[in-house]
């Protein structure tokens, strides 16, 4: 389908909305959010001594060669993944995987569980200056995500630098896509950065 300029940049222009709301929205609850991280440090929840990467600031350089990033939100997801991780490696030499997750337990179990040539990170909080911070840093060769929440920042910064972002073992309940329903203005423009995306049902593909 072709577009005059005035069309073109009409269009473009709609589809940055919901990104920039969802910053507006981010910059207003900061301060609850800085309240919820430190709240989440006195209760053990955040593993203190590695809190900058949760701010995007990275812990290991960017090894050389291809660099897979796989993410998963807890410890199930991370488990799910091992196996994937082995053929990775095995199937080429030089490649290197960076898992992130969000919890510490899940850090615990990958830093015991990760073959040579992977390493865990933590997923930065969806601040855009932490999320460009480290998309800018591992600069992936692909992304993998395990996980049925999506960051729109993070997400963004992977695509402003054209990294193939892949859904794996997608889950909608029902619950969930009633609500994208009736928020398809904003989540129909988030789904469309997947470069593939694949369900864990038949109904979750039905449903992407």
Same mark, same amino acid.
């Given at each position: 389908m072709r577009y005059t300029a005035r069309q073109y940049f009409i269009r473009k222009f709609l589809k940055m909305i919901p990104l920039f709301l969802y910053r507006v929205f981010v910059l207003a609850a900061t301060p609850f959010l800085w309240v919820l991280l430190g709240v989440r440090c006195l209760r053990g929840k955040e593993d203190v001594s590695r809190l900058r990467e949760r701010l995007g600031f990275p812990a290991h350089p960017r090894p050389a060669g291809r660099l897979v990033w796989i993410h998963g939100a807890s410890v199930g997801e991370c488990l799910s993944f091992l196996p994937l991780i082995h053929k990775i490696l095995a199937a080429d030499a030089t490649a290197r995987v960076m898992v992130t997750s969000g919890t510490r337990t899940s850090a615990q &179990?990958? %830093?015991?569980? &990760?073959?040579? +040539?992977?390493?865990?990170?933590?997923?930065?909080?969806?601040?855009?200056?932490?999320?460009?911070?480290?998309?800018?840093?591992?600069?992936?060769? *692909?992304?993998?995500?395990?996980?049925?929440?999506?960051? !729109?920042?993070?997400?963004?910064?992977?695509?402003?630098?054209?990294?193939?972002?892949?859904?794996?073992?997608? +889950?909608?309940?029902?619950?969930?896509?009633?609500?994208? #329903?009736?928020?398809?203005?904003?989540? *129909? !423009? &988030?789904?469309?950065?997947?470069?593939?995306?694949?369900? #864990?049902?038949?109904?979750? %593909?039905? +449903?992407l």
């Open positions: &179990l990958m %830093a015991q569980r &990760l073959p040579d +040539r992977a390493f865990h990170q933590f997923i930065p909080v969806d601040f855009w200056g932490a999320a460009r911070r480290f998309a800018r840093h591992f600069k992936p060769d *692909a992304v993998l995500w395990f996980e049925s929440d999506f960051w !729109p920042n993070m997400m963004a910064a992977a695509a402003s630098r054209r990294i193939p972002f892949i859904l794996l073992n997608g +889950r909608i309940s029902d619950r969930s896509f009633a609500r994208w #329903q009736r928020f398809r203005w904003f989540i *129909a !423009p &988030l789904l469309r950065r997947f470069t593939l995306a694949f369900g #864990q049902t038949d109904e979750d %593909a039905r +449903r």
